[in-house]
């Protein structure tokens, strides 16, 4: 099945740990029935800022126009703990950009 972006990100939480960071981001749908959620992409930029792209399949059969959050977690290996100064997360109305101290996590 196709995934598409969800409409927003409303709250990111990154766990730092030696070798990967878990992603774990809430979001919201413009509809009801999105299923299996995920954290695309996982490049590290130049400039240490992982990109991802929180998706989504749409729903294929009836659905209610109502804004229904969504959440998913996503563990992302890393070359070494202090390779990522940054997560980004983009969505169909916005890119949310969490950053976090090299001191964060365990």
Same mark, same amino acid.
């Given at each position: 099945?196709? !995934?598409?972006?969800?409409?927003?990100?409303?709250?990111? =939480?990154?766990?730092?740990?030696?070798?990967?960071? /878990?992603?774990?981001?809430?979001?919201? !749908?413009?509809? #009801?029935?999105?299923?299996?959620?995920? $954290?695309?992409?996982?490049?590290?930029?130049?400039?240490?800022?992982?990109? $991802? #792209?929180?998706?989504?399949?749409?729903?294929?059969?009836?659905?209610?126009? /109502?804004?229904?959050?969504?959440?998913? #977690?996503?563990?992302?290996?890393?070359?070494?703990?202090?390779?990522?100064?940054?997560?980004?997360?983009? =969505?169909?109305?916005?890119?949310?950009?969490?950053?976090?101290?090299?001191? /964060?996590?365990?």
């Amino acid at each position: 099945m196709s !995934t598409r972006q969800v409409m927003e990100v409303n709250q990111v =939480v990154v766990i730092k740990r030696p070798f990967d960071l /878990v992603v774990v981001a809430n979001g919201r !749908t413009e509809a #009801s029935n999105w299923s299996e959620p995920i $954290l695309v992409g996982g490049s590290i930029s130049s400039d240490g800022c992982l990109e $991802l #792209s929180f998706e989504a399949v749409p729903p294929h059969g009836p659905s209610l126009p /109502v804004i229904t959050p969504i959440a998913m #977690s996503h563990s992302q290996p890393i070359p070494s703990k202090n390779a990522v100064k940054s997560v980004r997360i983009s =969505v169909g109305t916005q890119d949310c950009w969490q950053w976090y101290e090299n001191h /964060v996590g365990s």
